[in-house]
């Protein structure tokens, strides 16, 4: 099986270093850039099966280096940046970036959010491994989310919700997208109030096993892992 190949855009050298040794610790090969002059044509060259991409870099930005990937190609991609806000900002601009991480972050969490991206697109153009998704089944006709064959008894808001979010698994979506995508004509749901129906599908999901499909961007707001 070929190992994946990622691509490290950071200027940030010893933080790159760091990386670049947990990723080949766990079976990876790694290249590194500290500017983003070479970063789109490097990226499309060697065909590197996913990005990690720095957000404020030399020569060319984070940001403008997207863009460019996102017209040639869907290669995975995962922004860091120095600021939440920022992320808030990517994600209100519709990057198209696979993940959002904030420093500082521990290389182990990276290291699991480039398992977890690569196991959705995986290697060799073979269709995603369904594993835990399948355990999640949701019927848009019926209004139904079962899991593991079991009814979750979700309402109808929580049912909205956890629809919008398993559609587009690793997205990490704000919570003003989550309004705008599972409630477009409730008036009566507030950005806040997205936390207490995540917190109310957690919980339903917690009594039947120890399995969190949802995942919290802090200050920012949530994503299906699947």
């Not at 919008?164 to 309004?179: C, E, H, K, M, T």
Request: charged fraction near 30%; glycine fraction near 6%; proline fraction near 5%.
């Amino acid at each position: 099986m070929t190992s994946p190949r990622i691509l490290i855009v950071e200027d940030e050298i010893t933080l790159a270093e760091v990386i670049r040794d947990y990723l080949l610790s766990n079976g990876m090969e790694v290249d590194i850039l500290s500017e983003g002059t070479h970063a789109v044509e490097t990226a499309l060259e060697k065909a590197h099966d996913l990005i990690i991409l720095d957000l404020m870099l030399p020569g060319v930005d984070g940001l403008t280096i997207c863009r460019k990937l996102r017209q040639n190609s869907d290669v995975p991609i995962i922004m860091t940046t120095a600021k939440v806000e920022e992320i808030d900002r990517l994600l209100g601009l519709e990057m198209g970036a696979d993940d959002y991480v904030c420093k500082p972050y521990s290389p182990r969490e990276l290291v699991a959010r480039v398992r977890a991206v690569l196991r959705r697109r995986p290697l060799g153009g073979q269709p995603p491994d369904k594993g835990l998704d399948a355990r999640l089944h949701i019927d848009q006709e019926r209004w139904r989310a079962t899991l593991d064959g079991d009814d979750l008894d979700l309402t109808r808001r929580e049912f909205s919700l956890l629809a919008a979010l398993a559609a587009r698994p690793g997205r990490v979506f704000s919570r003003d997208q989550l309004l705008s995508l599972a409630f477009p004509d409730d008036t009566e749901v507030f950005d806040r109030t997205i936390d207490s129906h995540i917190r109310n599908i957690r919980r339903k999901i917690h009594s039947k096993t120890d399995w969190d499909p949802i995942r919290s961007v802090y200050g920012v707001g949530y994503a299906y892992e699947g």
